[in-house]
């Protein structure tokens, strides 16, 4: 049974920085995609970030230059550095992950519980 568990979520300053890190377990597929999504009160979710299981990334046009995705595949770690953070940034961030390549637009299978970030101004 895949479980995903977010961890890291705080209140922080405008410009400042956060490491969100999700902790996998149950996930030895070969080939995968892990990812992050965030929602922030009233508004739809959005995709922030993904990596493969080939190392490839993907970040939304709204993070781009600021946050940075990465992985430990060694202790099936998934992390999440963010830097310059805005009040927009303010959100539930959820870790997620299918087991196949990441793909624009395909759906992750498996989620986390979330772990909520926000920023003040």
């Known amino acids: 049974q895949v479980q995903l568990q977010e961890s890291g979520g705080a209140s922080v300053q405008s410009g400042g920085s956060l490491r969100l890190s999700c902790a996998t377990s149950g996930y030895s597929f070969s080939s995968y995609c892990l990812g992050w999504f965030r929602q922030a009160p009233g508004k739809e979710r959005e995709g922030v970030a993904t990596?493969?299981?080939?190392?490839?990334?993907i970040y939304a046009d709204s993070v781009k230059g600021r946050f940075s995705i990465s992985q430990d595949k060694a202790e099936k770690t998934l992390y999440l550095q963010m830097s310059s953070l805005k009040p927009e940034d303010t959100a539930m961030y959820y870790c997620?992950?299918?087991?196949?390549?990441?793909?624009?637009?395909?759906?992750?299978?498996?989620w986390g519980k979330g772990t909520l970030v926000t920023v003040s101004s």
């Open positions: 997620a992950a299918r087991p196949i390549v990441c793909l624009e637009g395909h759906g992750m299978d498996y």
């Open positions: 990596i493969d299981s080939d190392g490839s990334t």
